[in-house]
Each structure stands twice: as C-alpha cells, then as structure tokens.
C-alpha cells in the first residue's frame, strides 16, 4: 500500500512542479515535474497490482504492470473501469520511461499532449483508488 501512497505524492509534487513551470518557463520544473508523474504512474500501477495480491514487474517499464492488471479483470473484474487509460499507459509506455532517465540527465521536450495525458491516467488512476476506498 505504501506504493500508493507514494505515487499519489509523487502527483501532487509533479503538479506543482508542472504549475511552475507554466509560470516561470524553468526547464527544472518541466524535468522534476515529468519525472515525479513518471513515478506517481508508476507506483500507482505497482501499487494496484500488490493491492489485488499479485506481484508487481520489475523496473520502471508502466505496460509491464498494465499487463499484470489487464491479466486480473476475471479477479477483479472492477479494474475494467480502467481499460482505456490503462491501453493509453501502454501505448505511451515508451515515453513515459524516457522521463524516468532523460528529464533527470539531460534537457529534453515532453509535449504538452504526453503531459496532459499522464496526468490523465494518474488522476483516473487515483479517482478509482478513493472511490473503491483501497487502504494507503
């Protein structure tokens, strides 16, 4: 559970981070700001899969842990909810690992599309979370 909670953290730090940069055009605040809603994809995935007791993948790749949950709608047939940003976390998961490295090392460009559909999937990531009330 402790996963959750850190990724939910990690969201919040990467909205301000965002925030901040819309403001004042620093690139660290792009770069903390896509790194932090890396994470906060990330734990919150691992986190959902420990959550419904099975165990997380290894690393930071996100199709990894979607395939772990894709794999537990028979189980948990409520995490169908998530179908669509969990095909989209997929589908982006080549993008989104790049911020775990690059927006740490080296300037790079996040679009304003890839940016505003991570913080898609982690706000619906975290609206599912609190409306099935899951401990974290």
């Known amino acids: 559970m402790c996963k959750i909670k850190n990724g939910i953290k990690a969201l919040e730090k990467s ?6 940069f819309k403001k004042d055009g620093d690139d660290s605040n792009l770069n903390w700001g896509c790194f932090m809603l ?16 099975e165990e997380c993948a290894f690393g930071h790749m996100l199709s990894d842990n ?8 028979d189980k948990a047939p409520d995490l169908k909810e998530l179908d669509d940003v969990l095909d989209i976390a997929n589908q982006k ?3 989104y690992i790049s911020w775990e490295t690059k927006s740490r090392y080296s300037r790079f460009n ?11 999937i982690a706000d619906r990531l975290k609206d ?3 409306i099935h009330k899951l401990k974290y």
Do not use: P, R, W
């Open 93 to 95: 998961s080549y993008i």
């Open 15 to 20: 909205h301000m981070f965002i925030e901040d």
């Open 38 to 53: 890396q994470q906060a994809l990330e734990l919150m995935l691992k986190g959902l899969c420990e959550t419904y007791g």
């Open 128 to 130: 599912y979370i609190d």
């Open 110 to 120: 996040a679009s304003e599309k890839n940016i505003e559909d991570a913080f898609m």
């Open 66 to 73: 979607v395939e772990v949950l894709k794999g537990l709608y």
